[in-house]
C-alpha cells in the first residue's frame, strides 16, 4: 500500500517536474523565435522626439511655432519628482524595483478589475515606451510577448531614469500635446515646476484616454481618476496626509475651462512672415526636420513695423474697395435652422479673425432686416445693431444687399479724439489684393512682409508668391545698363512714336499721357516714366545688356530678350523687386534678402547664420569710447558705385518732381520708381531710403483693371509713405553717399544743357559724372527708329515758352525751349 501511494506521488512529481519542464522548453522556445528579429534597443538611447520649432522675434518674444506633434522635450533630471511620482504612482508602482515587467502588479490589476475596483494598466512604463517606439499599437499575444521580451532588454540598456524620460516625453495627453511639459502649457499654461499636486495627478490620469477624461466634457470623471492617483501618491508614500487632502478638494482648474489665459493667446496669429519662413525652411532642411526637429529660428521681423505695414496695406485695399461701392460680403452663411442657436454656428464658420484694421473685425451673422437697421449676432458681442447711415457707401439698401443668415464682419467706429463708441459698422474683405515688404539695404533683413489683405483669409502670400508685371517699377533698371554703357543722366534720347513689327503684330508703344515729348534727358525720362524714350534706349544698349542687368540683380532668372520686357511686361515678385532696389540703395553690392538671423538645433547649436561680415573686434570685451567694431563685407560688387549713385539720384527726381510727387514726404532724402501697367492691372511704388528699401504692389488675383484713375503713385505710393515714416523714426535715414571718383556738373533737367555751376532755379540739378569721362552735350539717340518728318516733338514738361536758370553773373535768363523738327535733330545712335 505504501508501496502504491509512494508510487503514485513519483509519478505525479514525474509529470508534473516533465509538464513543467515542457511549459519552460515552450515559452523558452516561444521567446526565442519571437525575440530573433526584434528592434535593436540600442537605439533608444540615441532617440531624438519630435519637438516643436519655434520662431522668436529679434527681441527674443516667441511670434509662432510649428509642428506636427506638439512636443517640448524635458531631460529627466529637469522633470519635477512630483510629476515623476504621479506618473508612476498611476501607470507603474513598482518601476524602480522590477525588471521591465511586473508579474505581481499585474496579478494586482486584475484582481482589482475583478473586485469592481479602479482599472490600472497592466503594463509596466518599460513595456509602454517599448510599444510606442519600437512595436506600436497592435492588440495581439504576439505583440506582448515581443513587448516582454524588449522591456527585460531594455533594462539592461537604459537607466530607470532614461526610460521615464521617453516615456514622459513621447506620451498623448490630449490636446495636440505630446509629453508632459506641452500638456502643462496646454491645460495650465504652467511650466512642470509650478504644477501643484493636483495638477500633476490630473495630467498622470491623462495617457489611457485622454479625451474620456476631458476637463470640461468629462469633468466629473476627470476628478475621479484625478483622485485616485493622488490616493496612490499618499499611499505609496509622495504625499503627506495634508497634502493629499488638500489637493483631493481643490477644484479641477484649466485652461479649457477658462480658468487660465491660453498659452497661444500670448502668441500673434499666424501670418504671413511666419509662414513664409515655414515655406522657405522647410525647403532647406526638410519638412520633417523642420515640424519635429526642434530648431530655434531668430526672424528678422520688426513687430512694430509689420503691425504699421499690415494696416496700411489693409486701408490702401479697403479705401479702394469702399469706393466702388459694391457689397459682395463673405459669401458664408448660416442655415435658417441654426439661428436659433447663432453663437455656436457662428463659431463654426471658417472666416477670418485676424483683422485689426481701426479695431478689431468681428464675425456676425444677419439676424433681421428693417429699412433703418440692421440686427446681427456678433461673435462675443452679443445682439447689435448697425444703422442705415453705416451704407451711404454702397449702391442700394439693406434689403437689397442683405439676407438673413448671411456672415459678415463688423467693428466698433470710436471717435479719434476720445474713442467713445459710435456705432457698429460693416466691413467686407477687399476683392483686391496687395503685397508689402521692406529690408535692410545692407543686410538684406526682411523687416516686415504683408502678403495680402488677411491671412486666415487667404493664406497666398502675394510679396513672395505671386509674379506680376512690374510696369513701370522696372525701368530702373534699363538706365543701370545704359549709364554702364557710356550713357549719363544729361544724355538726351528721343521720346518720339514707335512703330515694331512682332509675330503678333505691329507694337505701337505709347507714353501714360498719350503725349510726345521729343529729345529728353534720361534724367527726365524716368522721374516722369517716359515709354518710348525707355524702348528707344534698351534699343540703343541692346537687350541682351538689359537682360543681364535684370538677371544680375535677381530680378528674373532668364528674362525673355524682347523690346516689351523693357517696360516691365515679364512677370516676377514684389520679394525680388525689393531686394533688387537695395543694391541700388547701398551703392552696388550684393545683398540678398532673408526673414531669417540664425537657426539653432535642439541643443543649440547654430546651424544657419544670415550674416557671414567678417567682425575683426567682436571677440574684445570692451573698445575705445567712441570706436565701433571694424567690420568687413566680402559681397559681390553688381553695379559701379558711381552709376549706383546717378540712378540713386534720377529716383530721387521721381519722388521730389515726378510721378510720385506729393505722395512720399519722409523728412531724409528717399529715391523710388512707381509702376502702373497695361490698363492698371498692377500698380507698383519700390523705393529707398539710405538703410531701408520698401516695395507694395495693388492688383486683383486675377488679373484685370483697376480703372482708369489707378496708378503706382496714387495707391501704393501713400503704403510706401506710411510704412517708411514709421521706419525712418525708428531707424533714422540720411544722405546718400556720393562715391569717390566723380564731380557734379549743372544742367538743365529739360534740355540736358550744361550750365554754370553757379545756376539755380527750378529746372537746374546738378548731376554726378565720372572723372574723367567728360560728358558729350547736344547729341540725341533715337534707338535706330525711324520718325515722320516735320512731326513736332518737344513739349516742355513745365509750360510757358522757355525755363528760367540763372547765370554767372547772378541774372535770371530764359533759355526758350522752341520744339524741334526732324530737320533740327541728329539721329545719334550707337551704330
Request: glycine share 10%.
Amino acid at each position: 500500500m505504501i508501496r502504491a501511494i509512494l508510487s503514485l506521488f513519483g509519478g505525479l512529481f514525474t509529470l508534473v517536474t516533465m509538464g513543467a519542464l515542457a511549459v519552460a522548453l515552450s515559452i523558452g522556445g516561444v521567446f526565442w523565435i519571437y525575440g530573433r528579429d526584434l528592434p535593436d534597443t540600442d537605439q533608444l538611447a540615441q532617440y531624438t522626439p519630435p519637438t516643436i520649432s519655434r520662431i522668436y522675434s529679434a527681441e527674443g518674444k516667441i511670434i509662432d511655432e510649428f509642428a506636427e506633434e506638439r512636443r517640448l522635450f524635458t531631460p529627466a533630471n529637469e522633470i519635477p519628482d512630483m510629476v515623476k511620482h504621479a506618473f508612476i504612482s498611476a501607470e507603474d508602482k513598482n518601476f524602480y524595483t522590477h525588471q521591465g515587467y511586473d508579474p505581481r502588479g499585474m496579478v494586482a490589476a486584475a484582481l482589482d478589475a475583478a473586485q469592481g475596483g479602479a482599472v490600472r494598466g497592466a503594463s509596466t512604463i518599460t513595456q509602454q515606451v517599448m510599444k510606442n517606439f519600437l512595436l506600436g499599437g497592435e492588440r495581439s499575444a504576439e505583440r506582448k510577448v515581443k513587448e516582454l521580451i524588449l522591456a527585460a532588454r531594455i533594462e539592461e540598456t537604459l537607466s530607470k531614469d532614461k526610460i521615464l524620460e521617453l516615456y514622459l516625453n513621447e506620451i498623448f495627453l490630449g490636446q495636440n500635446s505630446y509629453g508632459v511639459t506641452a500638456a502643462a502649457q496646454s491645460y495650465f499654461n504652467k511650466p512642470l515646476t509650478e504644477l501643484e499636486p493636483q495638477e500633476a495627478a490630473y495630467l498622470a490620469a491623462l495617457p489611457k484616454a485622454p479625451s474620456t477624461y476631458h476637463p470640461v466634457r468629462a469633468k466629473e470623471r476627470a476628478i475621479e481618476r484625478r483622485n485616485f492617483v493622488l490616493r496612490e501618491m499618499f499611499e505609496n508614500g509622495y504625499l503627506t496626509e495634508p497634502e493629499y487632502r488638500e489637493a483631493r478638494v481643490a477644484p479641477l482648474l484649466s485652461v479649457q475651462g477658462g480658468d487660465f489665459e491660453s498659452f497661444r493667446d500670448e502668441i500673434p496669429p499666424r501670418d504671413y512672415f511666419t509662414d513664409e519662413i515655414r515655406r522657405q525652411l522647410s525647403r532647406d532642411f526638410g519638412e520633417g526636420e523642420f515640424f519635429g526637429g526642434g530648431l530655434s529660428v531668430r526672424a528678422t521681423m520688426d513687430p512694430e513695423l509689420q503691425k504699421v505695414a499690415a494696416v496700411a496695406l489693409q486701408e490702401a485695399l479697403e479705401n479702394y474697395d469702399r469706393g466702388l461701392g459694391r457689397w459682395r460680403g463673405s459669401g458664408k452663411t448660416i442655415p435658417e435652422d441654426q439661428l436659433g442657436d447663432w453663437e455656436d454656428a457662428l463659431a463654426g464658420v471658417n472666416i477670418a479673425r485676424d483683422i485689426e484694421l481701426d479695431g478689431p473685425w468681428f464675425p456676425a451673422v444677419v439676424l433681421d432686416i428693417a429699412d433703418q437697421s440692421l440686427t446681427v449676432g456678433v461673435e462675443g458681442q452679443g445682439t447689435q445693431t448697425v444703422p442705415r447711415e453705416d451704407i451711404q457707401w454702397l449702391r442700394g439698401d439693406f434689403f437689397e444687399n442683405f439676407a438673413r443668415g448671411d456672415v459678415v464682419h463688423v467693428r466698433k467706429m470710436t471717435a479719434d479724439g476720445d474713442g467713445a463708441f459710435i456705432r457698429w459698422t460693416l466691413r467686407q474683405v477687399p476683392e483686391v489684393e496687395g503685397a508689402f515688404m521692406a529690408m535692410d539695404v545692407d543686410t538684406g533683413r526682411v523687416l516686415a512682409m504683408q502678403g495680402g489683405f488677411s491671412y486666415q483669409h487667404s493664406v497666398f502670400n502675394r510679396a513672395t508668391q505671386a509674379t506680376r508685371q512690374p510696369g513701370s517699377s522696372f525701368k530702373p533698371f534699363v538706365y543701370a545698363a545704359a549709364l554702364d554703357s557710356g550713357f549719363s543722366p544729361a544724355t538726351v534720347v528721343v521720346d518720339a512714336p514707335i512703330e515694331i513689327n512682332t509675330p503678333q503684330g505691329l507694337w505701337r508703344p505709347k507714353n501714360y499721357s498719350n503725349k510726345f515729348y521729343g529729345p529728353t534727358p534720361l534724367r527726365t525720362g524716368i522721374e516722369q516714366s517716359r515709354n518710348l524714350m525707355t524702348v528707344r534706349l534698351a534699343q540703343e544698349v541692346g537687350m541682351d545688356t538689359v537682360a543681364s542687368y535684370a538677371e544680375r540683380f535677381g530680378v528674373y532668372d532668364n528674362m525673355g530678350r524682347f523690346l516689351a520686357n523693357s517696360l516691365g511686361s515679364e512677370e516676377t515678385t514684389l520679394y525680388k523687386m525689393v531686394a533688387a532696389y537695395s543694391m541700388f540703395a547701398n551703392g552696388g553690392e550684393r545683398v540678398e534678402p532673408t526673414l531669417v538671423d540664425r537657426v539653432q538645433d535642439r541643443w543649440g547649436r547654430s546651424v544657419y547664420t544670415h550674416d557671414r561680415r567678417q567682425c575683426f573686434d567682436c571677440d574684445i570685451a570692451s573698445l575705445e569710447p567712441g570706436v565701433a567694431p571694424t567690420i568687413v563685407s566680402n559681397r559681390e560688387r553688381v553695379m559701379n558705385a558711381i552709376t549706383a549713385y546717378q540712378l540713386t539720384s534720377m529716383m530721387k527726381g521721381v519722388v521730389e518732381r515726378g510721378t510720385a510727387r506729393g505722395k512720399v514726404d519722409l523728412g531724409v532724402p528717399v529715391a523710388g520708381k512707381t509702376g502702373t501697367t497695361n490698363d492698371a492691372k498692377d500698380v507698383w511704388f519700390v523705393g529707398f531710403t539710405s538703410n531701408i528699401a520698401a516695395g507694395c504692389y495693388i492688383g486683383h488675383d486675377q488679373p484685370r483693371s483697376l480703372g482708369s484713375g489707378a496708378s503706382g503713385g496714387g495707391m501704393c505710393a501713400p503704403v510706401f509713405n506710411k510704412v517708411m515714416k514709421a521706419a525712418t523714426e525708428k531707424y533714422g535715414g540720411g544722405p546718400f553717399e556720393v562715391p569717390p571718383g566723380g564731380h557734379f556738373i549743372k544742367i538743365n533737367r529739360f534740355t540736358g544743357a550744361r550750365l554754370p555751376d553757379s545756376a539755380s532755379g527750378p529746372d537746374v540739378v546738378a548731376e554726378y559724372f565720372r572723372l574723367g569721362e567728360e560728358p558729350i552735350f547736344g547729341v540725341t539717340f533715337d534707338g535706330g527708329f525711324e520718325m515722320g518728318a516735320n512731326l513736332p516733338l518737344v513739349e516742355g514738361a513745365g509750360g510757358g515758352s522757355g525755363q528760367q536758370v540763372q547765370n554767372a553773373t547772378g541774372k535770371t535768363v530764359v533759355i526758350p525751349t522752341k520744339k524741334a523738327t526732324f530737320g533740327t535733330l541728329s539721329s545719334g545712335g550707337l551704330y
